[in-house]
């Protein structure tokens, strides 16, 4: 069992404030660390990446000791065998798409394997492209493909998929969601999108001036936090049960099912196995058919 104690201190937006938290979780979940911008999400991430020292505490993963504030112990970045997509690229500009996803495999995987995980992220008609000439959204793609590649420890997501548009970034999820669970790696999510925490996680730390306010499923997380009135999710519809006056459209968004009431105008055009959006607007649900 993963089990993250560590403290810093960090500046923050207006005034300095203490990281302080304690993580414990099973190995081959997916957890979620939420909360406001300046909150030491990232700061975390990168404390567990050892790309940040703490200044106490402990990180231990599998038995292994990362990081250990008493007894002075605090492994390279290499021997933690971390895969991490942050903001911002890490891909190499002067190879191709093919060229970077090798260089992550490092011969790990059959040709037969690479090329079928390249084809789950879309990235088959990219695969001779050099990465100066890709979208955002494509390169993120493969940012995402090759930490699946380096198969990692814990992997360790730093807001995913902000340069993907919508109907992509669904695609992606589930994606994502999917190889994770066929690989059984671990990982720690950052995110502020409620959509991505619900569709990928099992469980999600709620963060306020890097302190653990809250922690859970996320959905009984969520349904406890009123103040957030305005989310946007998606997802597949499962089953539709029509009444005389409302309709309740079962939607799976990643490992949770997602129960909403619509009019039957809403939904006249849609059926089980279609990809949805579902966004709310002061508990308004709307539900948008995504092509």
Request: hydrophobic share 40%; glycine share 6%.
């Given at each position: ?11 923050g937006p207006s ?10 979780f ?8 939420y ?48 895969a991490?997509?942050?903001q ?7 190879m ?24 789950n ?18 390169k ?5 493909a ?43 999510l950052?995110?502020h999108?409620?959509g991505e ?55 799976l ?8 009431a619509?009019?039957?105008?809403e ?25």
């Amino acid at each position: 069992m993963p089990k993250i104690n560590i403290k810093k201190y960090l500046s923050g937006p207006s005034e300095d404030f203490r990281i302080d938290i304690k993580l414990e979780f099973q190995k081959e979940s997916v957890i979620a660390l939420y909360g406001p911008s300046g909150s030491g999400k990232t700061s975390i991430l990168r404390m567990i990446a050892g790309l940040l020292k703490p200044d106490s505490g402990s990180i231990v993963y599998d038995g292994k000791v990362w990081f250990d504030g008493e007894e002075r112990i605090n492994t390279s970045i290499q021997s933690r065998e971390i895969a991490m997509v942050f903001q911002g690229t890490s891909l190499f500009p002067h190879m191709s798409v093919l060229q970077n996803l090798n260089y992550a495999a490092q011969g790990k995987w059959k040709k037969v394997e690479l090329l079928n995980i390249a084809n789950n992220f879309q990235l088959s008609d990219h695969l001779t492209k050099n990465i100066r000439v890709l979208s955002g959204g494509q390169k993120q793609k493969v940012e995402l493909a090759r930490a699946i590649l380096r198969r990692p420890k814990l992997m360790l997501l730093d807001e995913p998929f902000n340069a993907l548009d919508i109907e992509n970034k669904s695609i992606l999820k589930k994606v994502l969601a999917d190889q994770i669970i066929q690989y059984g790696i671990t990982t720690i999510l950052v995110s502020h999108d409620m959509g991505e925490v619900i569709a990928l996680t099992d469980k999600i730390y709620v963060l306020d001036e890097g302190k653990i306010i809250k922690q859970g499923n996320p959905l009984t997380v969520f349904s406890e936090k009123t103040a957030l009135t305005n989310f946007q999710i998606s997802g597949e519809i499962v089953n539709i049960r029509h009444d005389e006056i409302l309709n309740i459209v079962s939607i799976l968004v990643g490992k949770q099912v997602v129960k909403v009431a619509a009019h039957h105008s809403e939904i006249q055009n849609m059926k089980v196995g279609d990809m949805v959006s579902m966004s709310s607007k002061a508990f308004n649900p709307i539900l948008t058919r995504l092509k």
